[in-house]
């Protein structure tokens, strides 16, 4: 915590003595805080609106990771697209059956909990899918196919709706749809551009013979990459298909190796299910020395929470000083890690 970051030593005295109070955490540093900053909102005079945005947010947050903790072993993917489809619509009936394929591949669905595509979704993978709702006139009520009351969360603010959505996932899939999806989208897409998310697969579907994501990534290329408003390679962080079974495979290969990544220090851990040669360390490092800043890419060993965290403890890690300046780039290292080299855009 900042020196600064205080309420004065007899009030941050009493604070710390109430998490003790409360009981065991793995992180009183954090919750001192959390509830440091809540205090300074009284110093700082905050508007009663203000408290009430801060306190919704933190309260969905809060209910949300928990709702979604005891399902942290399972791979998740969130299905995008139109609420406004009708059953007997070729999008809605792909989404449905596409849902039910993920779960028989063994993931969870996460849909916003509405209607139409969404709806498919939860339908078609049952109970093995969540609603990340929101509070809507137009949309009063979730789909009658998230029948268990552990299954859904209706979020007030879109922020942080979006935040779980992005937490929460591993891969993303997005079907036809209007604004939503395409804020949905962009905002992903953004936030894999700059590296403000974990790389993840985004898988746009068409029903076979439609052109929705066809015209639109043409629009990309054309309008954005080609005038050098995003950098072409940007558009390989995306996969476009029609074959819902190559959506999965998508999805599976990307974790074929990879695991996952985070930042220790000034370097990216990246977690591998096997532990690579000598040889493959040589070449990645080669191959991909303009992410490098200096060095290559070594074996790393884990964090101590890492290696307490039974999930991660099996794992193998490699590191490098990232230059965070490419992430379409270590997307592809990633695709490399996995055995795997794609050699165009979508």
Known sequence: MPLNYTLGEEIDDVVVELIRRVGQTRSPDLIREIA??????????????????????????????????????????????????QPDSPEYKLAESFAGDLVRAGFLVITGGGPGIMEAGNRGAGDSSFGLGIRLPIEPEPNPYIRRPDRLINFKYFFTRKLVFIKESDAIVLFPGGFGTMDECF????????GKCDPLPVVLIDPPGGGYWTDWLEFLRKRLAEPGLIDPR?????????????????????????????????????????????????????????????????????????????????????????????????????????????????
């Open 36 to 85: 440091t900053t809540a205090f300074k909102l009284v110093e700082d005079g905050a508007s009663r609106g203000d408290l009430k945005i801060i306190n919704s947010a933190l309260k969905e947050m809060r209910y949300a990771f928990r709702l979604l903790a005891p399902f942290r072993a399972y791979r998740k993917v969130s299905i995008f697209g139109s609420a406004r489809v």
């Open 187 to 194: 905002e992903l897409l953004t936030l894999l551009q700059t």
């Open 234 to 346: 940007d558009l390989r962080l995306l996969t476009h298909t029609s074959d819902p079974m190559d959506a999965i495979e998508e999805i599976r290969s990307f974790y074929r190796n990879y695991h996952s990544s985070r930042y220790v220090g000034e370097r990216l851990l990246i977690r591998l299910a096997r532990e690579p040669s000598d040889g493959e360390l040589e070449k990645w490092s080669h191959d991909f020395s303009d992410i490098i800043r200096d060095g290559g890419i070594s074996r790393s060993d884990m964090p101590p929470e890492d290696r307490e965290d039974p999930l991660l403890a099996d794992l193998h890690s490699v590191s490098l000083r990232f230059t965070r300046k490419s992430f379409a780039r270590l997307r592809e290292l990633i695709d490399v890690m996995n055995d795997r080299s794609r050699e165009s855009s979508p």
